[in-house]
T-cell receptor, first 115, second 113 residues
């Protein structure tokens, strides 16, 4: 069974540009969450999608957005990139809508560097 | 608000020695706690999770964790460290609604040959 697939693995963008990251969850999983990982802030929740609906959003500016498609694949978009957006972006999938004891399976991440 | 605190951002142990990584939680209700491991340039891999079924939880790769309500702790242990255990370890708790994880700041484990 294939794991969570994130593309691309590495990305270099210039300040002011926008970027789209993709996440394909484990087959049959319907919940996808996104996290940003930086050395200074650690792992921070961006948003969660279940059945194409955003269930929850973290404390990030509106430049960060996402969506989920009918096949559960998800994309996140960051517009007007800033240097501080440089991070490892992790996608996690769960079989069902996340509850307290739901485990999540993480992809390898997309390393975004903004120059 | 639920949160977890990991004491010690860096831990070094000799190969074959006991591994002890500390995690304390803050919650007004019994939490659901998780330990994840991250190898360099990789995502997070679930080691184990506590779901109130048993206070001693066994995970993969020989790791286990004990939930102690009186100490609000969920420390991760392994009797004998292997070189392959060198990685970053994260303790995490889900929110009451379950929508998101709150992660600790991580503990980097170094295993000395």
């Amino acid at each position: 069974k294939a794991g969570v697939t994130q593309t691309p693995r590495y990305l270099i963008k210039t300040r002011g540009q926008q970027v789209t990251l993709s996440c394909s969850p484990i087959s049959g999983h319907r919940s996808v969450s996104w996290y940003q990982q930086t050395p200074g802030q650690g792992l921070q929740f961006l948003f969660e999608y279940f059945s194409e609906t955003q269930r929850n959003k973290g404390n990030f500016p509106g430049r960060f957005s996402g969506r989920q498609f009918s096949n559960s694949r998800s994309e996140m978009n960051v517009s007007t990139l800033e240097l501080g957006d440089s991070a490892l972006y992790l996608c996690a999938s769960s079989l069902v809508a996340a509850t307290q004891n739901t485990e999540a399976f993480f992809g390898q991440g997309t390393r975004l560097t903004v120059v | 608000a639920q949160s977890v605190t990991q004491l010690g951002s860096h831990v070094s142990v000799s190969e074959g020695a006991l591994v002890l990584l500390r995690c304390n939680y803050s919650s007004s209700v019994p939490p659901y706690l998780f330990w994840y491991v991250q190898y360099p340039n990789q995502g997070l891999q679930l080691l184990l999770k506590y779901t109130s079924a048993a206070t001693l939880v066994k995970g993969i790769n020989g790791f286990e964790a004990e939930f102690k309500k009186s100490e609000t702790s969920f420390h991760l242990t392994k009797p004998s460290a292997h070189m392959s255990d060198a990685a970053e370890y994260f303790c995490a708790v889900r929110t009451n609604t379950g929508n998101q994880f709150y992660f600790g700041t991580g503990t980097s484990l170094t295993v000395i040959p």
